[in-house]
């Protein structure tokens, strides 16, 4: 129906007899034709002299675009008080246009929606940052209630639920916390190597590469890929459910959505994240071993000197950390998620939250360890 | 005219990852008549429409829509399939960071060159034939589920395709909206001659509005015929419950 088709002639004529203006459509009005046509037609009327008649004896069928035509010619005849009349439209097609009610076309409510000016809108951003610190405190206490609530009785974990989040934020991990890690220990290695072989003591590359990959690089990059592949998939599965209503169906069911939802996912990541972080240090370490037997070190020097270098504390120190990490992974995954507001659009910027959050926590929680350990000389 | 075959589906199986929902299904939709796809809930109604709209890779079978195969059509003839239908979706799927108007005009703006008033004057056409004509500033989040459904019937009409297909057009609607929507289905049918494709279990407007119709039963059709016609002469027992609203066990019984 609204195919064009082409060769037909102009469907619009324009003619005057004494001071009228006629508008003499033709052919099918579809929306090919009516875009044709549009503007000459509108011009025509807005340069009449007096009466506007529209002849549509020849129209053959007219769609929604030839009303839409008909109707703007229409406003533009009332809007410069001249008459106007549609003439010799079929029967079917007079019924419709009849039937459409112009008064009522331009009356269109506007939503109420809350607008600010600019001392307001910092008020609001105030107020909804203050909610969200609220919220986000009561989370935290939520939250840890409920892991203290699994601890008395473990049966309410969900188990088979449970068992999927775990693989899918643990299992399914393993590849690219692999790869990282393992290019992390070769790139450090080769770059400490260079400058330390100045000095001839390019043997303790070792030492380097296994103190920072065990205390600080292998938590950090296995939280961070946590906080990329896992809290953003818990932020957009449980804003979607948000969007879906399921979360507002917890409810009322008399279900907390934070237990319900939020427990199991930290859960997850507290059991996930140091398992992840230890396989990061063995294969981080291993990466730079490689560089280092590519160097020239045969492998029985490397494991003397590294096991020489390397202390039980400093494996302790960065698991410690993993703990807090894939805490703060999934919690903050799982916050954003029921943080979403309405629409499709908003499941998108809650996983920005929630990655972008996640990351600035753990950078912030690694500064702290940093300066903890360092009191205790641990 | 209203012999002319527009939709044939012929032995048309289909179903989700392996597990057949319709088995063998064939049946004609003529040219300007109402078709109604009945069915109890889960029946495969929806599942039937979204096939004859090419939305899912069919099992096996075809849908020829003016004596073209939909099911495994691409390029230029699935761009030319796709351009004569509209389809509302059973939970309208209005694209939520716009507002109504703008769900209405989308599709005049990608396939039409109208100008932007003429889209814009149209999308406030179509909304003021569905009962929307206040609202066209409004976003989906800040309507109702009926006048969801409602805007989602307009934006399929906006193109004037020749085919609507509708899931579900007057589930949620009170009465009075949804004999409006009737009203507009009929006048579109007899003015425009524009076929519809309905599924629905909404009886009263299935009374109605529908020519023919035809009854999901366990993967095949169990009944076809006017659904007057169904209702007084049921042809076996499933109908006859169904028409008559009686519970399944009296069905059993
Ligand atoms: N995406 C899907 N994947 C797997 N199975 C599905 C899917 N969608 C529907 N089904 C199954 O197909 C069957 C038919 O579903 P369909 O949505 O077509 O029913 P319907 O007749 O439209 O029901 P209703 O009246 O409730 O809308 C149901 O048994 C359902 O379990
Ligand atoms: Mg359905």
Redesign the interface.
Known sequence: MATDSAGQSAPLRVESSGSETILALSGTLDDAAVARCWSRALGAARTSQGPVRVDCARVDSCGGAGFALLVALAEMAEERKQSFVVDGLAPQFRSMYDGIDRSKLGQTETPQREKYGPVASVGQAVADRAAEWREETEFVGEVGVGLAGLGREPRRLRLREWWVMVEKAGTNALPIVALISFLMGMIMAFQAAMPMRQFGVDLFVVNLVALTITRELGPLMTAIVLAGRSGSAFAAEIGTMKVNEEVAALTTMGLSPVRFLAVPRVLAGIVVTPVLTVYSMAIGVAGGLAVMMLLGFPLATLMHQLSGSLRVDDVLAGLIKSFFFGAVVAGVGCLRGLQTGAGAAAVGDSTTRSVVTAIFLIVLLDAVFAVVYYQLKF | MKEEKIIEVRRLSAGYAGRAILSDVSFDVRQGEIFIILGGSGSGKSTLLKNMIGLYPAMSGEVLIRGENMIGAVGAVRERLL??FGVMYQGGALF??MTLAENVALP?EE?????R??RA??A???L??VGL???????P??TSGGMVKRAAVARA??????ILFLDEPSAGLDPITSAELDELIR?LS???GITFVIASHELASVYAIGDRAILLENGGIAAEGSPVQLRDNPPNNYVRAFFRREPERARAA
Do not use: H, I, N, V
């Not at chain 2, 396939?111 to 100008?115: E, G």
């Not at chain 2, 009409?157 to 020749?162: E, V």
């Open positions: 351009r004569q939520g960071s005049l396939c039409t060159r109208l100008p008033e003429a004057l149209l406030r056409l179509k003021q034939q004509g206040q609202f066209a500033d409004y976003l989040s800040e009409m906006a193109l004037d395709p020749g006048a007899r003015d425009y």
